[in-house]
C-alpha cells in the first residue's frame, strides 16, 4: 500500500541520517559550538517518531545530499586549497587551537573590564564559576 511504501522510505531515510551522525566526528574542544552536536539535534527534532515520522522526501533528499557531500570532503576535493594556510597565515592547527572553547572562554575572561571583575569578585560569580 502506499502508506507503507512511505513509511518504509521515511524509515530508509532516517537510517541514512543516523549513519551521518556516526560518521561525523564529534569535536569535544567545542563544547556547545560543535557542529555535529548541532547536526544531530536537527536529526533528533526532524525524526521526532524515529523511523515512523512523516518526512517531505524531497527536502529529506536535498539536506542528506547537502550533509553527506560535506562529510565527503566533496566541496573540499572539488575546490582543494592551494596553500595549507589562510590569509592570516594561521595554519589548521592554529585555527583549531584557537576556536577551542577553552581559548575562547579565556578571550572572553580577558575582555572583561577592570569593573566587571571587580563587580563578580565581590557578588561571588567568580567562586561559584571553579565549583
Known sequence: ???AQNVLMAASRYKQFLTICQQWPLDSTKEGRDLAVAIRQGIAKAFKEGENTQVNPAECDRVYTSLDR???GHWSNKYPRRKATTFTGLSLEDYK???ASDSLSGMQESRKSGWQRIKEKFS???Q???N
Open 128 to 130: 561559584n564559576k571553579d
Open 1 to 3: 500500500s502506499h502508506v
Open 97 to 99: 587551537l584557537v576556536l
Open 124 to 126: 561571588g560569580q567568580e
Open 70 to 72: 560535506l562529510n565527503q
